[in-house]
């Protein structure tokens, strides 16, 4: 399904911070707009207009963005519905006609109308996919993770793939790669005011899989909550670039790695098969839900999980509540050896932790081969206890 892009034309915070928390928690893909007047307007796929006090007023302030979009949608939500006010609304050049709150599935539905009108508008253009990776905890193997599934899927698509190292300070994407940068994601968001593609170009370094690079922070508190409306930015014009961008969101929900999940078409949460582990993943993945950002497209992924498993696949299943997407086998040597050489596991030789990603990245590519989630796996008692205890 199309990404969408919404801008929020209000003067209201409290009603652009209620509209985007239900935007984000729609089915439906979508990045909201902060600035309402910044240059972000301009890509705008639906403009979302509060004419709860003048309707007259409000669409003659959404005009100018409105027009300046290829073709948006326009999403009028007012204070009452009568049939006169939706006549005006209407004839204004309104797509869709609310009042405030609008229904959840109201929404969706017009979403999904929004996003056929866009593909309609585009000739059907492909859209980027975006894979955020988030570890259940410091150490899980995200990075691994992360940077192996970019190689591969450069490698295998032959199509244009873009990497972002989100943490601050710490980031070992470029690293686990052996390049190095000159530039970083801090370049990138002290400059949104001249971000385009050229400039984009300048920032990334390529790794000889194919796979683009845009380093992470050498700063400590860089990215920080201030950079959150500059990462949308950086990730819109990713999508607008590569054909599949993934994000190594680290281990922590900070304002930078919440504008990763909300922007996310799949989010790998990848744990470790111990108690800590799968905590912190039940934790993670209910504080997901509560942030509205789209549960359902989490695929919790099992690293280092070598039989006999300390702890079986179901009764973590059981724990966590979600379906294990995908298991990587533990494989200390093979990945020590890969990280410190700076040459990823798709490129080292035939092992089976390589066939894994090799397999993995495969289902990405064919979505059909992707298995839906399904229902959450009610706790049993036996064999729980260990994980009883902690919860």
């Not at 405030?100 to 109308?113: C, E, G, I, K, N």
């Not at 390049?179 to 390529?206: G, M, P």
């Not at 930078?256 to 912190?280: C, E, K």
């Amino acid at each position: 399904m199309a990404r969408l892009v919404g801008l929020i034309v209000t003067e209201d915070q409290g009603f652009r911070t209620q509209l985007a928390a239900l935007l984000r928690a729609s089915s439906v893909p979508i990045a909201v707009c902060a600035d309402p007047t910044g240059r972000q307007g301009r890509r705008a796929d639906i403009v979302l207009v509060d004419a709860r006090d003048d309707l007259a007023s409000a669409m003659r302030g959404a005009d100018a963005l409105r027009n300046a979009s290829a073709s948006p949608s326009l999403f009028v939500i007012a204070s009452e519905s009568t049939p006169d006010l939706i006549l005006q609304a209407m004839r204004a050049g309104a797509n869709e006609f609310f009042t405030f709150p609008p229904a959840p599935d109201a929404l969706t539905d017009a979403l999904q109308r929004a996003a056929v009108r866009r593909a309609a508008a585009t000739g059907g253009r492909s859209e980027a996919r975006t894979l955020v990776f988030f570890g259940a905890k410091g150490g899980a193997g995200t990075t691994t993770v992360a940077v192996n599934c970019g190689v591969e899927l450069a490698r295998l698509s032959k199509r244009r793939t873009a990497i972002i190292d989100l943490k601050p300070g710490l980031g070992e994407v470029a690293l686990f790669l052996g390049v190095r940068s000159r530039y970083s994601l801090v370049d990138a968001l002290d400059n949104v005011h001249r971000l385009d593609a050229q400039f984009l170009k300048e920032l990334i370094v390529t790794h000889k899989s194919g796979l683009d690079i845009l380093a992470g922070s050498e700063h400590f508190d860089r990215p920080g909550a201030s950079d959150s409306t500059g990462l949308e930015e950086v990730f819109r014009l990713l999508r607008d670039e590569y054909e599949y961008v993934l994000v190594d969101a680290g281990s922590q929900i900070t304002a930078a790695s919440l504008a990763a999940l909300y922007t996310a078409d799949t989010i790998g949460l990848v744990a470790n098969p111990d108690v800590p582990s799968i905590r912190n993943a039940q934790r993670l993945l209910e504080r997901i839900r509560q942030l509205g950002a789209s549960a359902e497209r989490v695929r919790l992924l099992l690293n280092r999980a070598a039989e006999p498993f300390p702890i079986p696949p179901t009764q973590i299943e059981a724990a966590v509540g979600h379906p294990i997407d995908h298991c990587f086998p533990s494989d200390y040597k093979t990945v020590s050896t890969a990280l410190n050489s700076g040459v990823p596991l798709a490129l080292t030789g035939n092992t089976d932790l390589a066939a894994q990603f090799d397999g993995f990245t495969r289902r990405i590519l064919d979505d059909d081969d992707v298995a839906p989630v399904e229902a959450p796996v009610k706790k049993t008692a036996m064999g729980l206890n260990r994980l009883a205890s902690i919860w």
